[in-house]
């Protein structure tokens, strides 16, 4: 086993030592470039599969294409070999360098060349992506909900590696519970962050969406207009009652961590000393099979 491998004290700590070594930021001014350690022909390198950046503005690239044609690529790209295709890499970060160099029929790009696992370049593309051009929060969501599934990482390990806060990670978590209509309106920039975050607990969160949308409304907006849903369909069944039934700040923040963490929506109708009901809400058969085998793992 290699040194490098022995020596890793955890997320975080050696991934930063790596960033440093392989500068991932763009140069400024007249900093001088990291040497590259060949060039390789475009068609050599493939974009990593796991990549959170979905979405790659034109505008940006041809931007992008335009400044690589009147001064070359100054900035080598980061690649690993390839274990799927032999004599072929992988890119690490630097893939709108490596898609703009082909607008700008660039035949050769200048590659630094790492071994890195999988969990590595993973964490490394999130953080280029965020350090850099900011991923949307979807993106940035699905991005930390690959760290935790696939690698077994916490919300607090993510944090402290990605100099977050842990409330930031879970909220972002949080948008993921959204129907899959409301996640694209978000990814299209029709609605932010903050628009779904105010909808995550609505009952009705396309409904209130497609509103929010057609009528213009501010996060704010949104805000009022979730809480008037909920409150209408509260006063619905405490007529007989007398008695509110609004969720207390508590409850609402431990549905939201349950959500963030299953991946899906959960309701807790809590009665006290009488005990209360949790109802977990699946999308798919696919999300029911995993729902089954969390809660079939032995003790």
């Known amino acids: 086993m290699s040194d490098k491998k022995l020596e890793r004290r955890g997320l975080g700590r050696g991934l930063s030592a790596l960033m440093a070594d392989v500068n991932l930021a763009e140069p400024v001014g007249e900093s001088r470039p990291r040497r590259p350690d060949m060039m390789l022909p475009v068609e050599k390198l493939d974009p990593n ?18 400044s690589l044609r009147a001064k070359g690529m100054i900035q080598p790209i980061i690649v690993r070999p390839n274990q799927r295709k032999p004599d072929s890499y992988e890119i690490v970060a630097g893939e709108r360098r490596w898609r703009a160099a082909q607008m700008a029929q660039m035949h050769e790009v200048p590659v630094v060349v790492r071994e890195l696992d999988d969990t590595e370049v993973l964490e490394i593309a999130i953080i280029e992506n965020i350090q850099r051009a900011d991923l949307n929060a979807l993106e940035e969501a699905l991005g930390y909900r690959q760290l935790m599934d696939r690698f077994g990482h916490t919300q607090e390990k993510m944090a402290e590696a ?49 509103k929010v949308i057609a009528e213009g409304l501010s996060v704010r907006e949104t805000e009022r207009l979730a809480k008037g849903a909920q409150g209408a369909k509260a006063g619905g069944g405490t007529a007989r009652s007398g008695k509110s039934t609004e969720k207390d700040a508590d ?49």
């Not at 599969?49 to 335009?66: G, K, M, V």
């Not at 963490?261 to 099979?289: C, F, P």
Request: proline letters at 5%; one cysteine or more.
């Open 251 to 299: 409850t609402r923040a431990l549905e939201q961590d349950l959500s963030a963490n299953l991946g899906m929506k959960v309701a807790i109708d809590h009665k006290g000393e009488e005990g209360g009901v949790v109802t977990i809400r699946y999308s798919g058969l696919d999300q029911l099979d995993e729902l089954c085998q969390m809660l079939s793992m032995p003790r």
């Open 49 to 66: 599969p796991d990549q959170p950046r979905r979405d790659f503005s034109p505008e940006a690239l041809d931007e992008l294409a335009s």
């Open 162 to 210: 990605l100099s977050k806060s842990r409330s930031h990670i879970a909220n972002l978590l949080r948008l993921l519970t959204l129907p899959e209509a409301v996640q694209t309106w978000v990814r299209e920039g029709k609605l932010t962050a903050g628009h779904a975050r105010a909808l995550i607990t609505a009952e009705n969160p396309i409904e209130l969406a497609k």
